[in-house]
């Protein structure tokens, strides 16, 4: 390419184009371009190209749609919770309710009020499980009709304290509802 440049043919540039062109056009109508002129014309190309513009109104749009759908599921896997703990106070039940699994041990069956405590555990960490389904329910679908932003804003901090998925939630939930162009749709 040494010694060549390119020209511009019919609306295409053309390369093998003489380094020192004559200043006029040859008789098969190619059009020699000077290195100001390719500047110019590169400059004014570029010039000419739309910005890279991101919308964000569709971005903050898919945004709350994915958080929407993370607090379903949030809620959903809160009731799965509360199955593995119903199945919990079902084994823990059976094994202190049974005589037989206590026959032979020298102090027997522990008391009564042993199992009593247990099922306050039980039923405060229940109430806690359907109380987070609840308001991660409660906080998709006010999501979903831009409503409520601060009901989800308080979801999102109950949220942090629920290792590792409620912290990552509600740290996204807090990225995006804090967002000033997020804060316009409500």
């Known amino acids: 390419m040494c ?14 184009a003489p380094l020192h062109p004559p200043r006029t056009a040859p008789n098969n109508g190619e059009t020699f371009l000077g290195i100001g002129t390719v500047i110019r014309g590169i400059d004014q190309a570029m010039n000419d190209l739309p910005p890279l513009m991101r919308d964000q109104r ?17 809620a959903g896997l ?6 593995f703990l119903a199945l919990h106070w079902l084994f823990m039940h059976s094994m202190f ?14 008391p009564k009020e042993f199992f009593a405590v247990f099922k306050w555990i039980y039923v405060f960490f229940g109430s806690c499980i359907v109380l987070t389904a609840a308001a991660n329910g409660l906080s998709a679908r006010l999501i979903q009709q831009r409503r ?3 009901v989800s804003l308080v979801v999102a901090a109950i949220n942090c304290m ?11 939930t807090f990225m995006v509802l804090l967002r000033d162009s997020v804060a316009e749709l409500y």
């Open 97 to 110: 309710d049974n005589p037989a699994m206590w026959k032979g041990q020298p102090g027997g069956p522990p």
């Open 78 to 83: 809160a009731l799965v919770g509360l199955g």
């Open 3 to 16: 010694g060549k440049r390119p020209a511009h043919r019919h609306g295409k540039w053309v390369l093998g």
């Open 162 to 172: 629920g290792l590792p998925f409620g912290t990552v939630l509600g740290v996204f």
């Open 148 to 150: 409520g932003r601060v």
């Open 58 to 74: 569709r971005i903050d749009a898919e945004h709350l749609r994915l958080l929407a759908i993370f607090h379903w599921v949030m």
